[in-house]
């Protein structure tokens, strides 16, 4: 086949724009990126190879290898991995495909001065960030096969690429960066060194680098590793320095910032395993739009199996991030079965149980930290509530709440609400609304002062669905203020009845819509009150249910 030339899809060259014009500060990531994509090739053929050996053609001897070529102004990243067809060569070079890239586009387009400098690094912008050093970028490359099989892309990052057949020795991808005039520093070993330790050091391939001594006049090569490749989650917990925790989080993760906490452990007993997860200083830039990702990469005896197993992690806990290693689970195996092996469920009890410690540990020792996360990752993890009823009283331990009784900026807890409960007060009571300075002057809340009795305020929209779920708290009730019984029964003497008669007389004649009309003796201030009925829809559902047009 001739050599084809092919459009970029539209999305792709806003990209491209953005990436070469305006993220020039980062530009250096490139390099984890082309690594980072090396090494899931490796693992891809690695994993299907597992099943079909002969797939691998003798070619198992892992490894990323970086060339730089100071004559031809190149620098070259090659795998032995599981390469691409033409087919696949224009379908994931030619488009977005991934979701990371698509939501960075999005952010782009949101912040009004364009994507700054330092947004890139939180966000896989892949393959096209090799366009921020390389004026022409040439990707040479074969899936399992023979040499004929290859095929060669060649693009400028302007809008368009060719495509041809070309003969490739070995399986893998060869990709070729014309570099920049400006961009000569990544011909230098050194540099190149260090960039590996900083951004690919845990990376499991080696990456490696030929280095040329001369010795009496005679050169020898020798092939260098640069990156470590210690796996941390298999390291022991004492042997692991803070910041390789804080790194090895930065890789996977793509956050900016340290985590919140890290917990590291391993499990013993009749199932072993290793985890390593993180949970984030505060909710993720792109968590709100990105299509949500939940689940911890996974590992059967250092192979990874999946990038994402969801199975080992509920999804109300999708900003934990990090890593599974068993070596019970069998490795020889499809993915679809594998999803159905118990020691999954075992794993993600153990991983939860661990991962609610942990947010409890923060919650009492570093309480102005957790409070941060509270605030953006509180309603996520409220989702366990009505989804996780084992944890569920873990969960409402964790949960953070203004009430009426506590100053504005200050926060309570069941647990304490609880413990400040004057006597005879047997339920907790709270009140949902869509901002809770206002729910502060509610009239609701006159009968529950009166009786020195505090009252919750909550305005998550998530508040209505989860607290009902949650029922009760420590034998506790749970129960919405704004709805019929009021703190005490109203018990109104006759003759005070036989006065107001003909008033409530004129208020269920006048206001035919309500169901009905009481006197009460809950209001100390207010001269009436809306109430929603023991069991029909509080005064916020309604609210939320009429905006969505129902
Ligand atoms: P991502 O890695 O997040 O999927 P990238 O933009 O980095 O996004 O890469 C796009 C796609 O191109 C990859 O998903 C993969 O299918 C393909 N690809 C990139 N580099 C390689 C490589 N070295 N070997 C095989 N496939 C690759
Ligand atoms: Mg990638």
Redesign the pocket.
Known sequence: MPAETLEFKAELKQLLRLITHSLYSDREIFLR??I???S??VN?VRFDALANADKLEGNTDWKIKIAPDKEAKTLT?S?N????TRQ??I???GT???S??RAFLEAAKASAQGAGPGLIGQF??????AFMVADTVT?V?RGPGTPADGTKWVSDGQGAFTVEAVEKPGR??D?ILHLKEDAAEFLDPWKLRSLVRKFSDFIEHPVVMDEVTEKDGEKTTTEETLNSRKAVWLRNKAEVKPDEYAEFYKQISHDSDPPLTTIHYAAEGNTEFKVLCFVPAKKPFSFDWEEPKAGLRLYVQRVLIMERCEEVLPFYLRFVKGVVDSADLPLNVSREILQQNPILTTIQKSVVKNVLDALAGMKNVEFEKYREFYAGLGPVLKEGLTRDFMNREKIADLLLFESANTPAGQLTTLAEYVEKMPEGQTDIFYLIGEDVEPLRRSPYLEAFRAKGQDVLLLSDPIDEFALPQLGEYKGKKLHAADRGAAPTADDIPADVKEQFAPLVAAFKATLPETADVRLTKRLTESAAVLVAEEHGTSAHMERLMERMGR
């Not at 991995?81 to 691409?84: E, K, L, R």
């Not at 896989?124 to 960030?129: A, K, M, P, Q």
């Open positions: 990126e082309l980072s994509n090396a899931d090739a891809k990243i795998d991995g599981i390469g691409m696949e060569v379908d994931h070079l977005v495909a991934q990371g890239t896989g912008v892949g393959f096209y960030s990707v490359t893998g991808t990709v």
